[in-house]
């Protein structure tokens, strides 16, 4: 049975029909009813900055524990350095504010990594993929007292 999507990302509702696989099911709605619980859903305030300039998720979760939350007890949510800032609205998003740099990304992440590991004893890895190299002289060593990063994936 084919479904009907809606989607209004672009403030134009737009409509395509597909088949989706065996296991998702899906409740026949009426195309209104649809519109107007997609619209709660989008205007609702979010929790993570979705119009930021961001990589997503920087942090993975450790095992029993929510990275945000342990950035925020550890001091670092807005921590900001040249054009980068570990977001306000959520803790495990850095932001890209101002034409960053390498060693602006980079320098809060691992204050960050720094911060939580003081504080509570865990080391958070990155979720996000970082590649590339630092201006000589600019580098940043990982949780600041480690090695320096070196572009490797």
């Known amino acids: 049975m084919p479904i009907w999507a809606i989607s209004t990302a672009s403030r134009t509702a737009r409509v395509a029909q597909f088949s989706p696989p065996p ?31 961001t990589g997503g998720s920087t942090f993975k979760n450790p095992d029993g524990h929510s990275s945000w939350k342990l950035i925020d007890a550890a001091g670092g949510r807005g921590l900001t350095v040249g054009g980068a800032q570990m977001s306000e609205l959520h803790a495990n998003f850095l932001l890209n504010i101002d034409n960053a740099s390498a060693h602006d990304i980079e320098t809060p992440g691992e204050t960050v990594r720094n911060k939580v590991r003081a504080h509570s004893g865990i080391e958070l890895k990155w979720e996000i993929r970082r590649m590339g190299h630092f201006e000589p002289g600019r580098e940043v060593r990982e949780f600041l007292d480690g090695d320096v990063f070196t572009g490797a994936v």
Request: glycine share 0%; proline share 6%.
């Open 23 to 53: 296991s998702i099911r899906a409740l026949p709605a009426e195309r209104d009813d649809i519109l107007s619980r997609m619209r709660e859903i989008t205007s609702a305030e979010s929790s993570q900055p979705t119009k930021a300039k």
